[in-house]
C-alpha cells in the first residue's frame, strides 16, 4: 500500500490533509482524511459518503492491522512528503502495464444477457 496523493489543509479543524492510496493490488482508494487527535497525534479517517438523513457514512473498511499500517504511512507522508514520488513513480509504472495489455474486442454476442 502506497499513498499516491496527500493535500494538506490549513486552518480547518482537526483535519489536517486529505489523502488517496494505492493497493498492492493496484486498487485506487481516494478520500482518506488524516486528523489530529486532542493529545496532539494523528490519526486516520476513513473515505466516507453522505446519506440522505445529512450523516457521513464510512465507504471504506479495514481491519485494525491495516489501519494501524496506514496511520503510520500517513504520518510519515504528512512529515516528508517526497515519500509520496517512489509512490507515485511505481503507480504510473503499473498504469503503462495496465494500457500496453491486450484487450479483446467483444460483439454483441457475448453478452450473456
Request: aromatic share 10%.
Amino acid at each position: 500500500m502506497k499513498i499516491i496523493r496527500m493535500n494538506k489543509v490549513d486552518n480547518y479543524g482537526k483535519l489536517k490533509a486529505f489523502f488517496d492510496i494505492i493497493t498492492g493490488d493496484g486498487f485506487v482508494i481516494k478520500g482518506f482524511k488524516l486528523m489530529e487527535s486532542i493529545d496532539g497525534n494523528y490519526w486516520v479517517g476513513n473515505p466516507s459518503a453522505k446519506n440522505k438523513d445529512g450523516q457521513y457514512n464510512d465507504t471504506v473498511y479495514c481491519n485494525k492491522t491495516v489501519k494501524d499500517n496506514l496511520e503510520k504511512l500517513a504520518n510519515d507522508v504528512y512529515k516528508n512528503p517526497s515519500l509520496i514520488d517512489a509512490a507515485t513513480d511505481k503507480l504510473g509504472e503499473r498504469l503503462k502495464v495496465i494500457d500496453n495489455t491486450e484487450t479483446q474486442h467483444k460483439t454483441s454476442d457475448d453478452i450473456p444477457f
